[in-house]
Each structure stands twice: as structure tokens, then as C-alpha cells.
């Protein structure tokens, strides 16, 4: 494992504030893996065996609906964990996760961390601290869709994207456009639309890359006075 794998994993919000020998105890002898854009992590239903912490890349988390449509439920990127809640949910993963870009991630067997839990009490701590964030982001999308519009939603989610402290940023979009309008609950067709209405607040796209001129503004427009 590359020195840089290690501090993407001890900075986690799962595993941050434990010592690097608790780390190592959890992460065992499982070497990072690489995905290819495309790859199906687990399935909705399969019995959930590990759990994982994105090093880089995207991935998505989603159920499939009676109509065969995608239902996205979260985009999680780098120094993220997903699927851990599935070793207290019947040891079944509740929804499908596939690579949304080339994705770099290494894998916790959920059985020898079941029983750190019960061993070491910081570890149930980081557990639970973890679950609010995971909470937080959930009411987050949810106030997204219900909310705001489909202009304050797409600004709010490439500001999201701008590096903290710039005035102006240039975005590579990290996954496929219809992606991101299922994720904003934007309907495909709207998408470039939206993408539009926003060159009057000093936002362009060309292709997958976005110029936005003043990230301030975006700010404004994406209506959240607290980002």
C-alpha cells in the first residue's frame, strides 16, 4: 500500500483520531484494488462480506425500481467508506454499487471488523460519528431536490466541486452528465438547459469541463448560506 493510500484511510471519517496499529489491525493483509469505469462492486441483495474505502475514483450506490430505472441514492469519492451499515442490515447490501470513473479502493472484511467493534469502543465511536455524517449528506440531497430548483441544485453542486478558498475554478465534471441529473433529480433532457441558464452567472461548459469565472457567485446562486 502506497504512503498516500494510508493517510486517504486515516483521514476517513470512519477512521480518523485512530492509532495506526488499530488501522493496520482493521485493514489487514487486503491490498488496494483497481476498477475499471463500469464495474459492479456488489449487488443489490448479495450478502455483504466486506465493506470499502474509496482511494480514488467514484462510485454509485443505487436501487433498481419496479420500472428498471436506476434509483441513485449517493456518488461517493475519495477517502469515503460505503456499504458498512449493510453488517447491521441482515448482512445484505441494500442496493447496488458500480464505478463511475476508474476507481482505486481497498476492501474491509466485515467479519474481523464486527469483532474489533466489540473489542476496541473508539472503533464503535468512530462508527457512530460516521453514521451522523452519512445522515447529514442524506438530509443534505434531500433539502437539494425538495427545496431548491434545478438551477439552485446544479450550483450548488458544481460550487461543491470549486477548490475551497478559489475566486475562480476550472471543473473537470467527474462522472457522465445523465448521471448527474438523476443524482440532482434533474431530468436529462433539462440538464443542458440548466447548464445553460447558468452562463449568466459566469458558468460555462465545454464538454466535461466547466469554467466557472466567480465562485461567489455561484455560491449565491446555489442559495445555501452556509457553505
Not at 63 to 72: K, N, T, V
Not at 92 to 112: F, G, H, L, Q, W
Not at 119 to 135: F, G, K, Q, V, W
Not at 162 to 186: F, H, M
Amino acid at each position: 500500500m502506497k504512503p498516500e493510500d494510508f493517510d486517504k484511510i486515516r483521514s476517513s471519517s470512519l477512521f480518523k483520531g485512530l492509532s495506526d496499529k488499530i488501522l493496520r489491525d482493521i485493514i489487514g493483509d487486503e491490498p488496494p484494488r483497481e476498477y475499471p469505469k463500469g464495474s459492479v462492486v456488489f449487488l443489490q441483495g448479495q450478502e455483504a462480506q466486506h465493506f470499502y474505502i474509496i482511494l480514488v475514483g467514484w462510485v454509485k450506490l443505487y436501487r433498481l425500481m419496479p420500472s428498471g430505472d436506476e434509483a441513485i441514492l449517493h456518488v461517493f469519492t475519495e477517502r469515503e467508506t460505503f456499504a458498512e451499515a449493510a453488517m447491521f442490515n441482515g448482512h445484505k447490501y441494500p442496493a447496488t454499487a458500480e464505478t463511475v470513473s476508474d476507481t482505486r479502493m481497498i476492501s474491509i472484511n466485515c467479519n474481523r471488523f464486527s469483532t474489533l467493534l466489540k473489542e476496541i469502543p473508539d472503533i464503535s465511536m468512530r462508527m457512530l460519528a460516521s453514521t451522523c455524517e452519512h445522515m447529514k449528506h442524506l438530509v443534505t440531497e434531500i433539502e437539494q431536490i425538495k427545496g431548491r430548483n434545478a438551477k439552485e441544485r446544479l450550483a450548488y453542486f458544481l460550487y461543491k466541486l470549486c477548490p475551497e478558498g478559489d475566486t475562480s475554478a476550472v471543473i473537470n465534471l467527474p462522472y457522465e452528465k445523465i448521471l448527474i441529473a438523476s443524482r440532482l433529480g434533474i431530468k436529462p433532457e433539462s440538464l443542458s438547459r440548466t447548464i445553460h441558464n447558468l452562463r449568466a452567472y459566469g458558468v460555462n461548459c465545454v464538454k466535461n469541463q466547466v469554467i466557472v469565472s466567480d465562485v461567489d457567485r455561484l455560491r449565491k446562486v446555489a442559495r445555501d448560506s452556509n457553505i
